[in-house]
């Protein structure tokens, strides 16, 4: 019996997709990977062809409008692809059997909270990228889709050049003024953790309606403390300063560190503390970035 499966990534170009692009050259399964010029997620009857084309059993959807200043600006975009996309991609997974990893984000939740949120607390998004992902959540909810989950991470980073860590880094390197928020509460996630995560869990899916998961790196810390521990594993002596008022327009949640309790006992996943994890990927990459 082949037990090999036939998994679409999408957003292959971000940081997840390009991060599993890489790990997964000598893995059983097939992959297919296709970025936002390769396969625009809003076109159904393209996503239909491809689904066919390959025999695709496993979707992980990587493609979102991440960026929280546009999604202010375009609504209409934003909603299209983190909100009716997805909606559209959970149908065909209902219609063909195929079970569907989707990433999700920890804007979904307002950041009142002082604890660890976990899965089941209550969603209530204070920006536009927040609402427009919770709506693409709902949306695959309502399908009960089988052995398939909404998989929520926070702070990304990775060897991208658009991410908090390789942006602190480079002005560290052109000894630029660094000034960053004490406001902001939550958990730095390498990115390469997050993969590992989701590679290890798709063989061991076996729920009957979609569930909810969430994956960070352990621990907490602010944005301020986070930018302190890059310079401090650079062995830099860079001065960062607080950034008393915000410069952007879209209002963030001043906590959002997500609990793992809940992925790690049901599939026995390996996280690490968020200092561990950047301290491997700065010592790992620090002359790539």
Not at 159 to 173: G, H, R, Y
Request: glycine share 4%.
């Amino acid at each position: 019996m082949n037990n090999q499966l036939n998994i679409l990534i999408t957003g292959s170009d971000g940081q997840l997709g390009s991060t599993l692009k890489k790990i997964t050259t000598d893995n059983k399964n097939n992959y297919f990977f296709k970025n936002k010029q390769e396969l625009d997620i809003s076109d159904e009857s393209l996503f239909n062809e491809l689904i066919i084309k390959h025999s695709i059993n496993f979707i992980i959807n990587c493609a979102a409008y991440t960026d929280v200043e546009k999604c202010l600006l375009n609504k209409k975009k934003s909603e299209e692809i983190n909100s009716i996309s997805v909606g559209k991609i959970a149908k065909i997974c209902k219609e063909k059997n195929i079970k569907l990893i989707h990433i999700s984000t920890d804007f979904v939740f307002d950041g009142f909270s002082t604890i660890p949120y976990k899965e089941s607390d209550i969603t209530r998004p204070i920006n536009d990228y927040g609402r427009s992902k919770l709506k693409g959540e709902n949306r695959i909810l309502n399908y009960k889709l089988r052995d398939s989950i909404i998989l929520r991470t926070s702070w990304l980073y990775s060897e991208s050049k658009n991410n908090f860590v390789t942006k602190i880094l480079e002005k560290i390197k052109n000894n630029e003024e660094i000034k960053v928020t004490k406001k902001e509460i939550g958990s730095p996630t390498y990115v390469l953790d997050l993969a590992n995560a989701i590679l290890k869990i798709i063989p061991l899916l076996k729920n009957k309606k979609t569930e909810i998961y969430h994956f960070s790196n352990l621990g907490k810390c602010s944005r301020f403390e986070f930018a302190n521990e890059i310079i401090k594993i650079t062995g830099n002596n860079t001065k960062i300063d607080d950034l008393n008022h915000s410069i952007s327009n879209v209002v963030r949640p001043k906590f959002s560190v997500l609990s793992n309790k809940k992925i790690i006992n049901d599939f026995g996943v390996v996280n690490y503390d968020w200092r561990v994890s950047l301290n491997r990927f700065i010592k790992n990459n620090l002359a790539n970035v």
